[in-house]
């Protein structure tokens, strides 16, 4: 008997229909109507509230305070920094005007509306919120300043995939400026650590930090961290990136200061950011062929109640029974936070309900009928383990105070096993055998979904850089990052044959 | 002996400067070099935070779920309501073009990536929201439809003010869909009594709610109501605004479904929103000659904890006292959550740092020296009544564990001070007495800060409408809104002369 799935399309057939499938089908997301934006509907969106929620946390936690810069940067402003223009330049919406009017009974532009200097919506704000910083910073004892936004951003995109590629995104861009060189290192990798350990936390998902190749470097930084997680495909997607800018935006923007001997100095700055991207990755982590997986701790809902109403009066002692058992759940807490329950009440029957609540992932689903009612049970269902052994639906039924007490263990079971499949799955698909540009070839050629290969490489920059590069594009491949404290397993570079330094991570990539 | 005040201007003196220096010296915002965009700084960023999350919690608990819609609305969807067009159309950015480049060296917009069709950045969303409903409405089981979003939205502005009119602002506005008129007028309704609970509440800033003028409705609307709060210059401010939106959206955009029958009706739908000028009416509201003063409950920390660091080796120990107080704190709630508490560790004295948090208006404000540690004390000031009978600073000491203990009731008494001093203030400010034009002339030109008049209509519409609004611009005067449950006092309209029907508010305003 072959199992029928609740989406149309599996991960094995076609990953990425599959991909949209599953965005479809969960209601997270929908194309717009508005080239390159997608509408985030309230399954989507609700996760990424409670990604930010979590992140928020950690941030403020960490020392850094929350602020809000214009959607709005002058042109001029972009000019300063030569890199930072040359890597952002091709892609950004441009306001040209600030007024429409009625011209022969059609809306247009209104040519007399013209602004003196064109405004780009922001794609990222180092350049005005360093212009800030600038203003703000005299004195060593000023340092260091440390803030956050959480904002919309833009950036043209040919191209587009819901979540992972998007003309308009939301994400949180911090912004640091320090003494010191030490200072300003240290907090890009605090910075990494905690979007590690946020993602192998609440998200589930495991990641390799490590510092990104000169040729992936954020336009303007002196050194770019990221980290990567594997795709249930095998590509990598890069989740997070903490970049040390040196002085190089302190002295593009002047963002001076006097330090203890009164000598005047030009701070070291930071910058890093998360997006809505981590929803995709989300998706592409923990998504199975019956839709999403949501990590408990991300979950909008964790538990949710479906009562199988049937238009009768009976429903209100149903409803009431459902009401008992959500009042007990959420006097209970998982993770610290009280856990997050729905009765969906909503016009329809249950089964379809608990088909929509499978395909969007809510880690627990109970079902509960008058019969259920009558004997104190609830029949539930562990989203991260839907089947059992004999390719049925693996429901459960309990007693109602039993499932209350196990439901805060339950979620934090769903997590650990989502994040160990999801590990596992990342540990065995990096190889590390491979040792010529053939068998990376050959590899990459033969299977679907060939995961990633770590190479010893000798770091090289500038031409030689650039060659390799070019030859791993031949592949469709890239450099991810440089694992932190990894060491090179061999004495060649697999790339120059000079000394090897370091390991480095190839990999397909969104 | 004159007090001196901790701001360079008095509210009294020049009540404009007064707000500017507020704004500078407590650290809420600056201009940003971007045409009419300020940045908020932590400190009033956090404040709005504080406001958005008390307020989410409503807009959730009341059955709307948060969605994130574009950023850009294509130019098109605008030319759907005519109304609304007319309404927006002279204040919108118009993004025209997606690239720039480099020409002789200077950064410029590429002419060759001119937009087929102009993008307007949202100065509010109901035509995108719309086009998403028409598309996610079939039946009546599918109603109502209850969304919310947090975005940032911009309306070109001539004359900005930081946080009254900024031409980017941040908000929230929720749109909704229903089966019937009533029950698009009930969310109406239920919406503005959350505001007035919001504002009367959490923010301690009395208002009176109630429907606006035909004349001041929102573009497109049916019935526009509003909280309208009065600022201490006599001013009114309108601090949130929920329209009824009949059926006009809904054909503009088709949102349709099937009825109950079978048959194909039109939606009908409302919008709603409050903004950061909400932070301006706090400023407005509760500041006084030394700064602002917080609600307690909107108050990024309630309780700023400065020790009086020498830069000695006893600084350890009195900090460790300082964090056992915090800790303490921390583990009692005000409100319903855990206080929130700052020891203020920057470098710098006592004494400035004190007038900083005064001008700031940290709710309960302590020093902590040396002595107050040795005698297991705390020496606290109360930012809602911060001079004594003796014009002096009345601070005072008391033992820790008493403060701790006291600190929560302290809170909620500071928040009750708050709010009955802006009553009383409003309550004084609001004539009735004021029975023809030449009164209210000799009214409005007589006081400095001369508060609202009500007077009775007859509701005038149309051309008698509109001759009512330019006798009262003669008087800078605006009509604010119909107090909920007003009936007339009298028998006759003071514009018309017609049977009065209700009472309306007039009174200048932001």
């Not at 909008?300 to 759940?329: N, S, W």
Request: aromatic residues 10%; glycine residues 8%.
């Amino acid at each position: 008997m072959t199992r029928k799935n609740a989406l149309p399309v599996t991960r094995q057939e076609d990953f990425a229909a599959w991909y949209q499938a599953v965005i479809q089908e969960a209601d997270l997301a929908e194309e717009s109507g508005v080239r390159g934006c997608m509408i985030m509907r309230p399954w989507g969106f609700g996760i990424w509230e409670r990604m930010q929620q979590l992140l928020d946390r950690k941030i403020k936690e960490s020392g850094h305070e929350n602020c809000y810069f214009p959607l709005f940067i002058p042109l001029s402003y972009f000019a300063k920094e030569a890199e930072h223009v040359e890597g952002f330049a091709k892609e950004m919406a441009v306001v040209t005007h600030h007024r429409l009017k009625m011209e022969d009974g059609a809306l247009v532009v209104d040519p007399e509306a013209k602004l003196e200097e064109p405004l780009v919506v922001r794609p990222t704000s180092e350049t005005v919120i360093g212009t800030a910083f600038s203003r703000w910073l005299q004195s060593w004892r000023d340092l260091p300043i440390m803030v956050n936004q959480w904002a919309n951003v833009v950036r043209w995109e040919m191209r587009t995939r819901m979540f992972l590629r998007t003309s308009e995104f939301l994400w949180q861009e911090g912004h640091t400026a320090h003494e010191t060189r030490e200072q300003a290192l240290d907090e890009t990798l605090t910075i990494l650590a905690m979007y590690r350990d946020f993602a192998q936390g609440p998200l589930a998902m495991p990641v390799i930090a490590g510092e990104k190749p000169e040729n992936e470097r954020f336009p303007g930084a002196v050194a770019t961290y990221s980290i990567e997680a594997m795709m249930q495909d095998g590509k990598a997607l890069q989740a997070g990136t903490s970049h040390y800018l040196g002085q190089n935006f302190a002295h593009a923007q002047n963002i001076r200061f006097q330090d203890r001997e009164g000598q005047f100095q030009f701070a070291h700055t930071t910058s890093w950011g998360v997006s809505t991207r981590l929803v995709g990755g989300v998706i592409m982590t923990h998504g199975d062929d019956d839709g999403l997986r949501v990590p408990p701790q991300v979950a909008p809902h964790q538990i949710v109640i479906i009562p199988m109403l049937r238009e009768t009066p009976e429903d209100a002692a149903l409803l009431e029974y459902c009401d008992t058992i959500r009042k007990a759940l959420v006097g209970a807490q998982a993770f610290g936070e009280p856990l997050r329950v729905l009765i969906d009440k909503k016009a329809g029957k249950a089964g379809p309900k608990r088909w929509g609540w499978v395909k969007k992932g809510a880690p627990l689903i109970l079902e509960i009928g008058g019969r259920d009612a009558a004997g104190e049970q609830v029949t539930m269902l562990c989203r991260d383990a839907l089947y059992g052994a004999d390719d049925r639906l693996a429901s459960q039924a309990l007693g109602w105070q039993a499932f209350v007490d196990a439901a805060p263990g339950l979620l934090v079971e769903i997590e650990a096993n989502l994040f160990s499949a999801a590990k596992a799955r990342l540990d065995a698909n990096v190889r590390s055998d491979v040792t010529d540009f053939d068998g990376l070839k050959a590899h990459f050629g033969a299977s679907q979904y060939p995961g990633w290969v770590a190479v010893d490489w000798s770091r090289p920059t500038g031409d030689a850089l650039d060659g390799v590069v070019e030859r791993l594009k031949s592949l469709k491949l890239t450099i991810r990052n440089t694992p932190e404290q990894s060491s090179p397993s061999g004495e060649t570079c697999f790339f120059t044959g000079e000394p090897a330094v370091e390991r480095v991570l190839l990999a397909r990539a969104y």
